[in-house]
């Protein structure tokens, strides 16, 4: 359906035609950008976990509580890395993975340091947590003017619901 689009597209605006593989790059967009998007608004919703400040991981898993004095300092073996730079000769030490009992240890420190979390949400996602998560986070969608049109009609939509 999309190759179908790009023809007639193409012939409206006198090209001679379009490639499946331009359709494949575009449906390969989307399937990113939706799951950007989707991965945002489930984070929104429930505790997650970093790694480097960017890639996200363990959605859905204990909170720490932040009032905590323990929680503070979490051992996190994988935000260690396995590389130690040496601020004395600038040169670059292997570090040791750490044990399974250090590991273990960090998780049940974690657990206890966890707010118990009494409601589940596995519902379905809301209009409002989307109308939300884009308030919050605008860069998910890079285009402005895509970014303005779908906030109005995802406004329109939550203020007149029979639209």
Known sequence: MIVGRFMLAAREL???GADDEAADLIVVAVQNFLKNVISTVISQRKGYKTRNTHFIYDIGGDMPNMWLRNSNKLYDPQGEGRVNLDDS??????RCPPTIDEVEQSAVLEIACSVPNSEQNDEKL???EFYNTLLTHKNIVACHSVYAVNMERIAVMLSYPSY
């Open 126 to 128: 809301t209009i409002d």
């Open 89 to 94: 000769t600038d040169a670059l030490g292997l």
């Open 14 to 16: 006198g090209l001679e």
